[in-house]
């Protein structure tokens, strides 16, 4: 029997839980992308989290809601690469809201790239009240308070700019063995988390998609083994938060093929997550790399782009000392797009509920 499509798709719009016969978890998102990189931004239906800080919260999170954390983030209703975050009441009294950030490991200290799709929909969505064309938002994330600034035509924001927790250099001119790949020279720096920074030409690499499987690879081992180590230089332990106190991913850094570019970038973070953007919290290392180089000068801006060709712009604003590291405070500018909203339906009699992961 031939069915009118139009009304049969009205019907199934329509569709609802038959909440009589089965019980659901139901959370609303609203979807976005920063340079390619996915940012689910959890609008509600999550539980409140608990917890004085973010850090205390995100803890909270991974210790009584983190089968939601995967059920969001793996297969059926996410992937290997999806990022998320879950927002939460601010932490200090000069804050907007706070943010804890979740992807396919758990969860992560900074994030660039949500933070940039945070303040733009922030302030799109009048959740921040627009000041004219430059709105700042301040958003309470695990390593810090993050300020940013939305840069607005109207009333859409086309531009964000962030300024980074102290970033700094660790660890300068390190080298380890790693099986499979040999020998591996990195620098370690943090810009609110901690990165592993290894020029991809001295391994072969290529930042192209076309590599993206060898670049997990070896991104996942380098991390392992640098992790693994009992060289007390990459023993790493946060001068003041023991809660940052881990390496969150591996950069391979190489030149651009593109004019006015100053380098690319491909973050391997997580369990094997591959950053579609040219990762916020990476460029904020990286400047604080390449100031102690003295390779960038204070206020120069460059722009580094991702395995998209996604860029970020990046400068350093200022230096400090911090506790003990010579630090810089980097501002971050890029922009997001939203590309969709959604209901996430978790039915407990699904056996799959929890979500699953293949790569």
């Known amino acids: 029997m031939t069915i009118n499509i139009e009304k049969a798709a009205e019907k199934f719009e329509q569709w609802q839980p038959k909440t009589e016969q089965e019980s659901f978890i139901t959370i609303n998102s609203l979807e976005c992308h920063t340079g390619g990189e996915p940012l689910r931004i959890i609008t509600s239906g999550f539980p409140v989290l608990e ?9 909270y999170c991974h210790e009584n809601h983190d089968d939601l954390r995967r059920a969001l983030m793996f297969e059926p209703r996410g992937h290997a690469d999806m990022y998320g975050a879950i927002i939460t009441d601010a932490e200090r009294e000069d804050s907007h ?19 940039i799709a945070l303040t733009k929909t922030a302030v799109e969505s009048g959740v921040v009240a627009r000041t004219g064309d430059v709105t700042q938002v301040v958003i309470d994330v695990p390593c810090g308070q993050i300020r940013a600034l939305a840069y607005s035509d109207n009333d859409v924001v086309n531009k964000v700019s962030f300024q980074c927790v102290p970033s700094f250099v660790y660890a300068k001119e390190q080298q380890i063995q790693v099986d499979g790949i040999g020998t591996v020279q990195f620098d370690i720096a943090y810009g609110g988390a901690f990165y592993a920074y290894v020029q ?4 072969g690499l ?25 060289v007390p230089a990459l023993t790493i332990i946060h001068p003041t938060t023991p809660g940052l106190s881990f390496l969150y991913g591996v950069i391979f850094i190489d030149d651009s093929p593109n004019q006015d570019v100053h380098s690319r970038n491909v973050c391997i973070f997580a369990d094997g997550e591959l950053d579609r953007s040219p990762t916020g919290s990476g460029v904020s ?25 996604s860029p970020f712009s990046v400068r350093a604003l200022e230096t400090l000392s911090f506790s003990g590291f010579d630090a810089v405070i980097p501002e971050v500018t890029g922009d997001a797009f939203v590309c969709g909203k959604a209901q996430w339906l978790i039915n407990s009699d699904d056996p799959l509920k929890d979500g699953f992961l293949l790569r």
């Open 51 to 59: 917890g004085n800080t973010i850090l205390a919260k995100a803890d």
């Open 97 to 115: 809201f706070g943010a804890v950030f979740i992807h396919n490991e758990g969860y992560s200290t900074m994030c660039g790239h949500a933070v």
């Open 200 to 203: 991809a030409s001295s391994l």
């Open 206 to 230: 290529s930042l192209v998609a076309a590599q993206q499987e060898k670049l997990i690879d070896y991104g996942r081992k380098i991390k392992q083994a640098i992790m693994n180590s009992s």
């Open 285 to 309: 290392g990286r400047i604080a790399l390449h100031h102690a180089n003295q390779q960038v000068a204070l206020n120069e801006a460059i722009i580094i782009e991702s395995i998209l060709a």
